[in-house]
């Protein structure tokens, strides 16, 4: 008969005691919460509206603003927008405000009202050297990563 084989008299094995002993499950557990992602973006400078400009979401990005501009008055603020614009109570956009924002875009992007108008008129996706010939954003920059 094969001799008896008690492995919890091991050297390389611990009794379920001292295992449960060692392991302190706390430990890789951060002591504070993560932040929110709204702090993040806020900390990055970054403005993010993601909804229908309704009175209160304009209210935070005009707060958002004035903060960032009080934190640091030289340093740039980054907006990302994926938003629909104004709309009205039954969730159609305010025409007035369409156009005033087509004029303000063509002003400052230096096309057209109407090829401005044609690019809103549906969903308008451009990479960052298309954003740059259209004009909505300045620059671009690359980014370049080692890995050694």
């Known amino acids: 008969m094969p001799p008896y084989l008690d492995i919890y008299d091991s050297p390389l094995m611990a009794t379920p ?4 002993r060692t392991v302190n499950y706390n430990e890789h557990r951060p002591t504070t919460p993560p932040p929110d992602l709204p702090s993040l973006l806020l900390h990055g400078r970054i403005v993010y509206i993601g909804m229908p400009l309704v009175p209160a979401v304009t209210e935070l990005i005009v707060a958002e603003l004035m903060y960032l501009q009080w934190a640091d008055p030289k ?3 980054y907006m990302y927008i994926n938003s ?4 009205r109570d039954d969730n159609e956009t305010a025409i007035i405000n369409r156009d005033t ?3 303000l875009l063509a ?3 230096g096309n057209s ?3 401005v108008a044609n690019a809103m ?3 308008y996706y451009m990479d960052a050297t298309k954003a740059k010939e259209f004009g909505v954003i300045d620059k671009v920059s690359t980014l370049v990563l080692v890995f050694v």
């Open 121 to 123: 008129r549906r969903p």
């Open 107 to 109: 002003k400052h992007t």
């Open 113 to 115: 009202e109407e090829t």
């Open 84 to 87: 629909t614009g104004t709309t």
């Open 75 to 77: 340093a740039p603020i």
């Open 17 to 20: 005691a001292q295992v449960e």
């Open 101 to 103: 924002l087509v004029k």
